[in-house]
């Protein structure tokens, strides 16, 4: 546990260096978020689309807003870079596991993430109003949903970074998982937006729990049961996920050729 | 039982066939084709604890490759490798406490973070007690002097002070086994000496070192065991000093006389050596096989004939005959013991 904490706390360390390039991000983050919202209030401006009110769609993009920021900012361009300059050779000389390395790591990158979500989020309910929180259990299964949110993310996005190893490439793959992410998940847009069969077939795939599934519960748009069966579904993605992205490096493993030095 | 093994160890490396540029890429991806590359070939290897073995060869010989898959960061195309009777990647965790790895050309350190912190996070990943590491570091300190680096960051760090904090990173576990590649390279003078001393100090300490170098002056003063590979095949492995006796037996002395004297005297009372005349006609050099006459025997003959001045003596490197090895002058027609 030691060695993990340690990691953990490298990464938290290691983010103060960046705090310029955060609070840029931050900026951008912002402006975007504030754009979605312009657009979204003059949409709903009349009438409800799809059961969305502009009130509630206003407290969706703030969740997808923290949702989206949670694990985003470190980690996944490290790794990738250590696998194609083959840097990986000296994580694997270390006595740890690899997959727990990284996780650790992610973990301790958290607590920026966090409070850049906090000042956004803040400010944006100072400028907009407030929200109405869910009762209760809504509200418990909602800080689970979160709290899965990070584990399913990290898997996602570790796993597709491993895919390195065999496209000696990055940011391709970059690029394919934002996509099918941001359509997936519903961080664009609900997935009720989608059509039918496309909302379903997102509904169950494991990019729903970066978004939607969390979304959903704090809207209150899904009743505690219905709640209850998604975040069954993330739990199963991340269990399914971890063993699966295990397999995935070992596999790559065996690829791994480690130019020069 | 050696505590590193390797057998039949081979390593051939894919690499794709591709034609130039886009196009080449795109046909890659219906016609593959590859062009297998045998770094390593079938290699035997076992190294005792606390022997110190230099590892040479020229560059793209396989040495680095092997160093790869000594420490399972590579899995063996053949052959099988084991670090105290273990399987590096089955016990990838027990074996990562047993070895430590250098690799020139790449750090361990934290970019971010300055070098006592990175230092401190590989404390807490091997799990070393804070007492234990205080005692490392203040030996590592003695000769790397790394009081002045531990509060600048990792990327702040020149070269030659890179270098020192990782070889500070690669040792402080205390692993029994350490694998250091090309650990001088692109190091000014200076720091290459205070590096090679440490080498010695780690050795004298009883850790098991495999030092690889195509800077054969690295090794001199180091090692008793010489291993030569080319073209990844183990061309030499044996002793140092028996190379050298063997190849290096010639001894040149050099000296300066008060008054010239004539060539065929000085030749006359050094039968079986070369004698020529260097810059001036007051200094001549003498070549001779160490095996026929000692330097003393040349000087005192030398000193019956006239009086002299000054004299040194010149042996070659252990770097003269192993590059003579590398350009195929000299062949070592059998290697070492297969200890
Ligand atoms: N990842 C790799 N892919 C393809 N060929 C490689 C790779 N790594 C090394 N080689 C080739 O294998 C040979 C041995 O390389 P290396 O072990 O790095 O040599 P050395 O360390 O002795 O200079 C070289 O010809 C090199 O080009
Ligand atoms: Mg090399």
Redesign the interface.
Known sequence: M??Y???A??TA??AL??RLNLLLGLGTVFVQLVALLAVWRVILAQSSVNGFTWPQMRVYLLVAFAAGTVVSAFGDFRMAFRILD??V??D??????YQKARFAETIGGLWIEVLLIGVVVGVTLAVTGGVRTPAGPALALFVVSMLLLVPLKFLIVYGSTLLCFWTQNFIGVQWARLAVMNLLSGALIPLAYLPGWLATVAQWSPFAGLTSTPALIFLGRVDVRHGLTLVAVQLGWVLLLWFGARLMWRAG??R???N?? | MPIVEARALTKVFRRPDKGPGLAGSVKHLFARRFQDKVAVDHIDLSIEAGEAVAYVGPNGAGKSTTVKLLSGILVPTEGEVRIDGLHPQRDRMTVAHRIGVLFGQRTQLWWDLPVRESLAVLRDLYGVDHATYRKRLARFDEVLELGEILPVIGRKLSLGQRMRADLAAALIHGPRVVYLDEPTIGLDLAVKDRVREFFRSIRDEGTTVMLTSHDLADIEGFCRRLVIIDEGRIIFDGDLEAVKDRFARERILHVETARPVPLETLRASLPGAQVTVEESEVRYAVRFDRFIMTAGQAVTALAGLTDLVDFRVDEPSIEDVIRRVYSGELVLDETGPRR
């Not at chain 1, 694997?92 to 596991?97: C, I």
């Open positions: 030691r060695a904490r340690a990691l706390r490298a360390r290691s260096t960046y083959g840097d050779a000296l694997l000389v270390k006595p740890v596991d493993l065996r791994l050729t480690v020069g030095g």
